[in-house]
């Protein structure tokens, strides 16, 4: 299992809508090239633009892949635990994950009956990596997250929360991703490091306070702002009501 959690450099922020290059259009796979039996969704390469303006930080390009369609159930994550015994509720490691691990589910093979079909949520960012490892994928980053779920959609959703959460991009819509209103683990969540020490301080980001929202590329985009600051919050263990996962691989 791949114990370390996230590797520094790669930028939180807001997918922006930008034209893409002869060399990327080229790059761009057909749809054919991922699984419907696995219920991927090809998703083009594109580009993603971070929350914060810096000179060091620039549009960077995203890669073509094939993206599950839906987050993970709590189906297949149970025939994962029956074959993965470690990840049971029983037996997890206390420091893969918070006591509340599976919290909502009866006992180590029971999840809720009525929500089967529903997104596996109460479960680590541990756990959620070795999940996708066993299905020889991997989490998306937080890149290729923001790339399928764009603000451009994000933007006509009813809630606060939904619009924050997401829904597919404008060049995904006629295809079977969905965004079930729940928060999702990206392999890089942490990427970006938020401190406690006042703004100012030696050493401090000042573009992580809510006084410096001038330096966001776009301060409107307070979809991307929530989705910033939530994943900033997170630590690998933590295992809460409102958030799952789904897996992605590169397309062939």
């Known amino acids: 299992m791949n114990r370390?959690?996230?590797?520094?450099?790669?930028?939180?922020?807001?997918?922006?809508?930008l034209p893409l290059s002869r060399a990327e259009n080229a790059a761009t796979t057909p749809a054919a090239a991922c699984s419907t039996e696995r219920h991927e969704v090809f998703?083009?390469?594109?580009?993603?633009?971070?929350?914060?303006?810096?000179?060091?930080?620039?549009?960077?390009?995203?890669?073509?892949?094939?993206?599950?369609?839906?987050p993970?159930?709590?189906?297949?994550?149970?025939e994962f635990v029956r074959g993965h015994p470690q990840w049971?509720?029983?037996?997890?490691?206390?420091?893969?994950?918070?006591?509340?691990?599976?919290?909502?589910?009866?006992?180590?093979?029971?999840?809720?009956?009525?929500?089967?079909?529903?997104?596996?949520?109460?479960?680590?960012?541990?756990?959620?990596d070795d999940y996708c490892e066993s299905q020889g994928a991997r989490l998306p980053k937080v890149s290729e997250w923001e790339r399928a779920a764009g603000r451009q959609a994000a933007a006509r959703a009813s809630t606060?929360?939904?619009?924050?959460?997401?829904?597919?991009?404008?060049?995904?819509?006629?295809?079977?991703?969905?965004?079930?209103?729940?928060?999702?683990?990206?392999?890089d969540f942490n990427s970006a490091v938020v401190s406690g020490r006042a703004s100012g301080a030696q050493g401090t980001d000042p573009s992580l306070f809510c006084g410096d929202g001038f330096r966001?590329?776009?301060?409107?985009?307070?979809?991307?702002?929530?989705?910033?600051?939530?994943r900033s919050s997170l630590h690998a263990d933590f295992t809460l009501k409102n958030l799952g996962f789904r897996c992605t691989r590169e397309a062939p």
């Open 4 to 17: 370390h959690v996230a590797v520094p450099g790669l930028l939180l922020g807001a997918f922006a809508s």
């Open 43 to 70: 998703v083009p390469a594109g580009r993603y633009e971070p929350f914060y303006k810096r000179a060091e930080r620039r549009v960077m390009p995203v890669a073509p892949m094939c993206l599950a369609a839906a």
């Open 72 to 78: 993970v159930t709590n189906a297949q994550y149970l």
């Open 88 to 128: 049971r509720r029983s037996r997890v490691t206390r420091v893969f994950a918070e006591e509340t691990y599976l919290a909502n589910w009866r006992d180590d093979l029971t999840p809720p009956p009525e929500s089967l079909s529903e997104p596996v949520t109460f479960v680590s960012w541990f756990a959620a």
């Open 160 to 187: 606060p929360f939904a619009m924050a959460m997401g829904s597919p991009a404008a060049d995904l819509e006629r295809t079977p991703l969905q965004l079930k209103g729940i928060w999702e683990w990206t392999e």
């Open 216 to 230: 966001a590329v776009d301060a409107s985009d307070y979809a991307a702002f929530l989705r910033y600051s939530f």
